[in-house]
């Protein structure tokens, strides 16, 4: 089972010999490549949806893998025992949704390694509420499909180092690796941020006022961080 780049990069985050966990699997492609590989020995195929889950029966049975691959139905973790994978997959979903789903169920990570998420909205939220809440970033990595930007990211228990808001937001560990997509990445950010700028310059409400000086700062951040980034800087510090 050829894979995307995007999903190749979520594979590539997986270690070796792991039991996984791919929640809104729709189609089932990670968890047929992951046994087809030989990178893991079970992976349990979620997703909510009728369609999606029927989806994935199939593919698993064309595949001949439905011994090492278990489709379930269902929303969430909630599909998913203590102790039963090691590593959880979440892609294609908004980072909102990949927080809900998190918090909904936090006991049954307990046992969970590491964590591997593709939020297709709000990773900087998502990098937010992972550092606030037990888990630290241990890689970044950004892929680029036609015109469409992913972040990939992975975390494992523990108490993330980075305290800066700033950086959080934008990937930090893309900013250390300095990945080469990073300067056009950004620049589509603040292309992004300078659109709602001029949307809330519209508005008198003190809301969006404060809401303005909020990009305003933010803005003037990513232009420093741009250009550090285009002269080459390994590592930004912030
Ligand atoms: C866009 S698809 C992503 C499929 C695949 N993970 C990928 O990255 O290519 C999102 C899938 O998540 C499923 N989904 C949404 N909310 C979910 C939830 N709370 N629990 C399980 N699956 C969910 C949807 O049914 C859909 O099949």
Known sequence: M?????????????????RVADI????????????????SPFVIAADVNEKPYLAACRQVQAAGAGSRVEVRKGSGLEVIRPGEVDVVVMAGMGGNAIINIIDQCRGVLDDVIRLVLQP????????LWLARNGWRLVDEELVKEGEK????????????????????????????????????????????????????????????MDKAVEITNR??????????????????SG
């Open 149 to 208: 930007f992913y972040v990939i990211m992975a975390a494992e228990p523990g108490i993330e180092n980075q305290q800066d808001h700033f950086l959080l937001e934008m990937g930090p560990l893309l900013v250390e690796k300095y990945s080469p997509l990073l300067v056009e990445y950004l620049e589509k950010i603040k292309m992004d941020s300078q659109k709602m700028l001029s949307g809330l310059t519209r508005s008198r409400s003190e809301e969006s």
């Open 2 to 18: 050829e894979l995307t780049p995007r999903l190749a990069a979520v594979a590539g985050f997986i270690p070796q010999g792991v």
């Open 120 to 127: 297709m909205t709000d990773a900087g939220s998502l990098r």
């Open 24 to 39: 809104g699997t729709d189609h089932a492609m990670l968890p047929v490549n992951l046994v087809e590989t030989g990178k």
């Open 219 to 236: 803005l003037t951040r990513l232009k420093e961080l741009i250009n550090r980034c285009r002269q080459g800087a390994e590592k930004y």
